[in-house]
């Protein structure tokens, strides 16, 4: 038998799948899916590989020149990977034009390792060395030998060539006295509990404790407990009953208590608490609800988008749909961004389905995620809620998956490969038949024509679960503000609304998608901006830490009192961030708690859950903050919401800007009067008659996706056409332009041996907006599939930048692929 493996590897050269044979007394055992050791190189080290298929012969004109080498070892009891979930590795790394390592990546669980090394190792034992082989050994021959059985028969390879020589230890290796090999350690980030159990029956204990004069109180108290409580883990018992480790080994030196160390899950706790409340749905979330349930039963594949305004309910359907996927004995994925993980939501799930509920996201440890891969292997966990990497978590019996806020950026991953989930999981219902449902109160524009095309089946909820109108909205045009002599951020008419809620007694919301204190620094004395040493980015001002930090690497510098450029001390603040809004709120409100919910403020774990928790019960007036609090949350108290500037997302330099503009107005307008008390939503900017905000103000969804649409299709943006976005980065400009202008040559030439039109598919090669990050210039290349198969120009890139990399381009530059990219900046 012979197997394909994908090698744990990143080199370069190791991107394909390799062959090897399977030793007979393994052919019964190893599946598609399992870790195996294998053999690699000239070296043989043994590396970590995944099964991905079987067969029984070899492809091959003569099979006898072949050396094929066998696998070392089966590393699992039970696959890793199930057959769907390989299916799917090898289709991502189609599409997204990635590694096979890099796909492999997106299922390989978190808290594996697998090292090898070298080692030399003695052929015989000191006191079978004979006269002739002990009389033939140098001075260094026998320190080495000396050194290896002092090391217990065993010495690392790379420590003995260091101190003594490689020189010296072959010749040892031909005299027939040292062996070298590899071994390999393979670990889990599992936590273990010692749990004490008796080892005697319940009458022979008891009969113990009252005829043993010599057992000791301790002792007594721990076995006339483990009467009671059987299987107690070790902690409980040394803290209730004040007992150290030495009375408990004595017990099991005695044979009366045995000691097992059992694997435990590790529970993502939460301190926010939502109240349980039996749902009823009505007519129009029944009949959403009904016409899921109806496809389920038929089978169909066809995924579902559900149109419902903020407040409609949507999260009762799902979960109703959640529990009818249980009692048919399926699981189910829920997904929600990011930023929108919101306790109050995993509160809910839990509330509903108790312990059979696994949350999943970035800011669990490794050990976390390494439990909740298990505990679903073991089907202990059968309802999943979490960010868009818990779609490649190994469900068996995956029946249903929910994309909440299916329009959030976040879907589309940042990182190598740029999958889009909401690709991968169409790929899931059309090659599993699971059922995809997406929900959103914007759903994006190329979804959205996907649905009016018939790719999806289109369901609405219209109005509010609790039928309250949504809050109006009213704009301020703070053109007019300035004229009356007002340069603040915040408007009168804002301010007085604040004022007036407060006094009332209910919460505000302000939203500024900006974080920290200023935009830009400035010396106002010559001119000076201060800008990050290692991207092409002002510094955004933090107050509160006194630093000036790069949000796109993170760099950071002491905002100085003097010019570092002319000496002048006269340094300013251009723009508004979350930071100074609070500041400013916080002056004209001194009697109300003000708080702000950010990246700076939740970098802790736990600081998201706290802070929303907070202000869900009063502890605070006022909220203040970034697209991290647009969506998903519901606090009853909040009749107040201002956005600050709508034309801090609307000048965004990108082809979405005017959509996410509109989706970020809505969804944030959302959050008030979700109660039994009417809203309000103050909307500041300065351009009114844009019609992302004209249509937005009137939650108007179809006007703006009719007028949007059309700008996409004169353009030929997505969905119309598909566009890849090749990114060249490198320390030197000028080989990285050279670079970018290398592959826009060979892709021209290509395109232009096949007759397609080079002028309206290709833009650049030109400077990315933001021209360095992270101390690397960027250049970049737009091409669409104008009249060209999706699928040739991606086997042309491919092509060009991976098949062909190391003959045309300089291995200093980094090329980066993406398919249908968020943004172009």
Not at 404 to 411: A, N
Not at 741 to 767: A, Q, R, V, W
């Amino acid at each position: 038998m012979y197997i394909d493996v994908i090698l744990r590897n990143r080199g370069k050269f190791s991107d394909m799948l390799f062959t090897y044979k399977v030793p007979s007394f393994l052919e019964k055992d190893i599946e598609m899916g399992h870790r195996i050791s294998v053999p690699f190189g000239n070296s043989n080290k043994p590396i970590e590989a995944i099964v991905v298929e079987k067969k029984n012969d070899i492809m091959a004109d003569d099979i006898s020149k072949i050396k094929i080498k066998e696998i070392i070892d089966i590393i699992d009891e039970k696959p890793l990977l199930n057959r769907d979930s390989i299916e799917m590795l090898l289709w991502i790394r189609n599409r997204y034009m990635c590694t096979y390592n890099d796909a492999l990546n997106l299922f390989y669980p978190k808290g594996y390792s697998y090292t090898s090394r070298k080692i030399i190792s003695p052929v015989k034992s000191i006191s079978e060395l004979t006269i002739d082989e002990e009389s033939s050994l140098s001075n260094k021959e026998r320190k080495i030998l000396n050194e290896v059985y002092l090391n217990n028969d065993e010495l690392q390879y790379d420590v003995a060539v260091e101190n003594f020589s490689n020189y010296s230890i072959m010749k040892l290796k031909e005299k027939g006295l040292l062996k070298i090999s590899w071994v390999y350690k393979e670990s889990k980030n599992e936590k273990f509990v010692k749990y004490l159990y008796l080892e005697k029956s319940v009458d022979f204990i008891k009969d113990f404790i009252d005829n043993n004069k010599k057992i000791g109180p301790k002792q007594r108290e721990v076995l006339e407990f483990l009467i009671q409580n059987d299987g107690t883990d070790f902690q409980t018992i040394s803290e209730l009953l004040e007992v150290t480790n030495v009375t408990i080994k004595s017990l099991e030196n005695k044979g009366l208590i045995k000691i097992d160390e059992e694997s435990i899950f590790r529970k993502n706790k939460s301190i926010y608490v939502t109240q349980q409340s039996e749902v009823v749905l009505n007519d129009e979330q029944k009949n959403v609800y009904n016409s899921i349930k109806q496809g389920i039963e038929d089978g169909n594949s066809k995924p579902y988008l559900i149109y419902g305004v903020t407040g409609s309910g949507k999260t009762e359907v799902y979960l109703e749909l959640i529990n009818y996927v249980l009692n048919q004995g399926m699981d189910s994925i829920f997904l929600v961004p990011e930023i929108a993980l919101t306790p109050q939501t995993i509160a809910r799930v839990k509330n509903k389905f108790g312990n059979i509920v696994g949350v999943y996201h970035s800011q669990l440890s490794e050990g976390e995620k390494h439990d909740i891969f298990r505990e679903i292997k073991n089907g202990n966990i059968r309802v999943v809620i979490g960010t868009r990497s818990a779609i490649f978590l190994p469900f068996d019996t995956l029946g249903l998956v929910i994309i909440d806020e299916e329009h959030d950026s976040s879907y589309k991953s940042e990182k190598t490969p740029k999958y889009d989930t909401i690709e991968i999981a169409r790929y899931m219902a059309f090659k599993r038949n699971n059922t995809v449902i997406l929900g959103s109160a914007t759903p994006s524009v190329a979804d959205y024509k996907l649905a009016l095309d018939g790719e999806y089946k289109l369901l609405k909820l219209l109005n509010r679960a609790n039928s309250m109108n949504m809050p109006e909205i009213e704009v301020v045009d703070m053109r007019e503000e300035l004229h009356r002599g007002n340069p603040s951020p915040i408007s009168k008419k804002l301010l007085s609304e604040i004022s007036k809620t407060l006094h009332e007694k209910n919460q505000v919301i302000l939203f500024l998608n900006k974080r920290g204190y200023a935009n830009v620094m400035t010396c106002k004395d010559c001119g000076k901006v201060f800008k990050c040493k290692n991207c092409d980015i002002s510094l955004t001002n933090h107050k509160h830490d006194g630093k000036g930090i790069c949000h796109y690497c993170g760099y950071e510098e002491k905002i100085p009192d003097v010019c570092p450029g002319c000496g002048g001390n006269h340094i300013s603040n251009i723009g508004i961030g979350t930071e100074k809004v609070e500041e400013i709120i916080s002056n004209y409100f001194p009697n109300n708690k003000v708080i702000r919910l950010d990246k700076d403020t939740t970098k802790k774990k736990g600081k998201l859950e706290s802070i929303l928790s907070k202000f869900n019960k009063g502890d605070a007036d006022i909220l203040v903050g970034t697209q991290m609090l647009s969506k998903g949350h519901d606090f009853e108290n909040v009749t107040l919401v201002g956005i600050i500037s709508a034309d801090m997302m609307l000048n965004y330099p990108d082809y979405k800007s005017f959509e996410t503009t509109f989706q970020l107005i809505t969804q944030v307008s959302g959050r008030a009067g979700r109660s039994e008390k009417e809203g309000k939503v103050i909307l500041q900017t300065y351009n009114t008659e844009n019609f992302a905000i004209t249509n937005a103000v009137n939650y108007d969804y179809i006007g703006f996706y009719n007028e949007e649409i059309n700008l996409r299709k004169a353009f030929g943006y997505e969905p119309f056409n598909n566009i890849l976005r090749i990114v060249f980065s490198g320390k030197n400009l000028n080989m990285v332009k050279n670079n970018a202008f290398k592959f826009s040559e060979t892709i021209k030439y290509l395109m232009d041996e096949k007759n397609y039109s080079i002028d309206k598919n290709i833009l650049g090669p030109n400077e990315c907006s933001i021209r360095m990050i992270k101390d690397k210039y960027r250049w970049q290349i737009i091409i669409k599939d104008y009249g060209i198969d999706i699928k040739y120009l991606k086997s042309m890139v491919k092509f060009i930048c991976i098949t062909k990399y190391n003959d045309i381009f300089d291995k200093e530059v980094e090329i980066n692929i993406e398919l249908n990219p968020n943004s172009f900046i």
